[in-house]
């Protein structure tokens, strides 16, 4: 006879610290995309959507990061919301850096699959290094830092 475990399944709940640490993490990937646009070059096809991008990318990851476990201290808080306000500049990155191996794939500039993925990681390591401004980097980490602490009070107080 085989036996029946049942799992805890509220790992996906929706929760109000997942709620709050999305939310604010997505206004903050939707400001440092704003930000990174006027830094991009001009011919940079795809970087006009870049602050909605970065927004649904802060969206889920701080619904997946943030909101899974907000910390038991502010501290504790602050260093999820760094950790995953600097994994929504890698995924904007990664999606600066696919559009533009797109862009030139369909111009055959690339002789193998291989090559084209490199780049990818070249092209968003090119525009990291764009990125790297203050305006940037300073909305990333006060957004990050803010949206730990309100995803803490969101799961403190609003059980």
Do not use: C
């Not at 604010?24 to 990174?36: E, R």
């Not at 970087?47 to 501290?75: C, H, N, Q, Y």
């Not at 968003?124 to 203050?134: E, K």
Request: proline share 4%; charged share 15%.
């Amino acid at each position: 006879m085989q036996r029946v475990v049942l799992r805890k399944a509220s790992h996906g709940m929706p929760t109000m610290g997942r709620l709050f640490g999305g939310a604010g993490l997505a206004a903050t990937g939707y400001l440092a995309g704003a930000a990174i646009v006027p830094l991009l070059p001009q011919a940079m096809k795809g970087a006009a959507i870049l602050p909605v991008v970065a927004a649904s990318f802060g969206l889920l990851i701080g619904w997946r990061v943030i909101g899974r476990f907000p910390g038991k201290t502010m501290r504790e808080a602050v260093l999820t919301g760094l950790k995953a306000a600097s994994f929504v500049l890698i995924w904007a990155m990664i999606y600066l850096g696919l559009v533009q191996m797109l862009r030139q794939a369909m111009r055959n500039r690339y002789d193998s699959v291989t090559e084209a993925v490199v780049d990818i990681l070249n092209q968003g390591l090119q525009f990291a290094i764009m990125a790297a401004h203050p305006m940037v980097l300073g909305s990333l980490l006060v957004g990050g830092a803010l949206s730990g602490m309100v995803a803490l009070w969101g799961h403190r107080k609003l059980r």
